[in-house]
């Protein structure tokens, strides 16, 4: 029987009530990342969407989309630029803030991190409101970056992050 990949991933993703804070579930995916066929399953189902060679970079999101995108882009065979939060990189860089629910927050990428024209994978482990990966997809836009796609593990369907995102192409194979 064939294995179900998105039910086969979502059961690996564990809930943690009130965490970061109350009212909050948090979604742990460390039980699927300690899961070897569940973590290559992940990495293989973004590849696959794909193809080798098709991008240049794969850029990922602080701090779990570094351990996916990394992964994605081993086996693109492309470079990874890690997106931090502002402060984290030790080089010139370039920042993009955004607005959340009370207050902003900024990411930031090196100056070189992606050259213009370059086509950019966007990788992250979860789409929640969007405000993240759309600051992230304007940050590789301002280095002169072709944003191919945004690819998450999950999607929080009910926090409406393809909003934020309205003209970009989106996947996630696991949708709460």
């Known amino acids: 029987m064939p294995l179900d990949l998105p039910a086969y991933l979502a059961a690996r993703i564990r809930d943690v009530p009130d965490y970061p ?31 080798r060679g098709t991008v240049d970079k794969v850029a990922g999101i602080e701090a779990r989309g570094f351990i996916l995108a990394a992964a994605v882009a081993y086996h693109f065979g492309a470079g990874f630029v890690p997106v931090r939060k502002a402060g984290k990189l030790p080089y010139r860089t370039v920042s993009e803030s955004y607005a959340l629910e009370y207050g902003t927050a900024t990411v930031e990428v090196h100056v070189d991190a ?25 940050l590789i836009e301002k280095l002169g970056g072709v944003v191919t796609e945004l690819d998450f ?22 949708v709460y």
């Open 114 to 138: 992606v050259a213009p024209g370059e086509k950019v994978l966007i990788v992250d482990d979860l789409l929640a409101t969007g405000g993240t990966a759309a600051a992230t997809a304007r």
């Open 21 to 51: 804070q109350p009212g909050v579930v948090f979604k742990d995916i460390t039980p699927l990342l300690g899961d070897h066929v569940a973590f290559a399953g992940a990495v293989d189902a973004i590849v696959a969407r794909h193809g």
């Open 153 to 174: 593990l999950v999607e929080l369907s009910f926090l409406n992050g393809r909003q934020n995102l309205a003209t970009r192409r989106i996947f996630a194979p696991i």
